[in-house]
C-alpha cells in the first residue's frame, strides 16, 4: 500500500528542513556529489538564484522527495530528488 503523502511548497528553509535534505541528498546521490557537511549543501544552495522549493511529505512531516528550480546562465532549471521508497510511484 502506497505512504499517504503530500506535496507542499516551503519558502524559508528552517535548521531541521536543512539536516533533512541533506540526508535526503546524501542517500540518493552518489559519493561523487554528496556533501560532507551540511554547511557545503547550504553554500551550494545560496549560490542559486530565485530558488523555489516543493517538498513530498508524510503525515509526520518528514521529507521524502524535493524539487527545486532555479535560474543558471540565463536559463531556468530543477532537480528532483524522491527517496528510494518513493521512488517509481510518480511523483
Known amino acids: 500500500m502506497p505512504i499517504p ?3 507542499t511548497a516551503i519558502t524559508e528553509l528552517t535548521g531541521q528542513i536543512k539536516n533533512q535534505l541533506f540526508e535526503l541528498w546524501n542517500a540518493e546521490y552518489p559519493e561523487k556529489i ?16 530565485y530558488l523555489k522549493h516543493l517538498f513530498l511529505v508524510d503525515k509526520e ?5 524535493w524539487a527545486y528550480a532555479f535560474d543558471r546562465e540565463n536559463e531556468r ?5 524522491i527517496d528510494k ?4 510511484q510518480g511523483w
Open 34 to 49: 554528496c556533501y560532507a557537511s551540511l554547511e557545503e549543501l547550504e553554500l551550494y544552495l545560496q549560490k542559486l538564484s
Open 5 to 7: 503523502l503530500q506535496i
Open 85 to 88: 521508497k518513493c521512488q517509481g
Open 77 to 81: 532549471w530543477f532537480a528532483i530528488i
Open 61 to 65: 512531516e518528514n521529507i521524502l522527495g
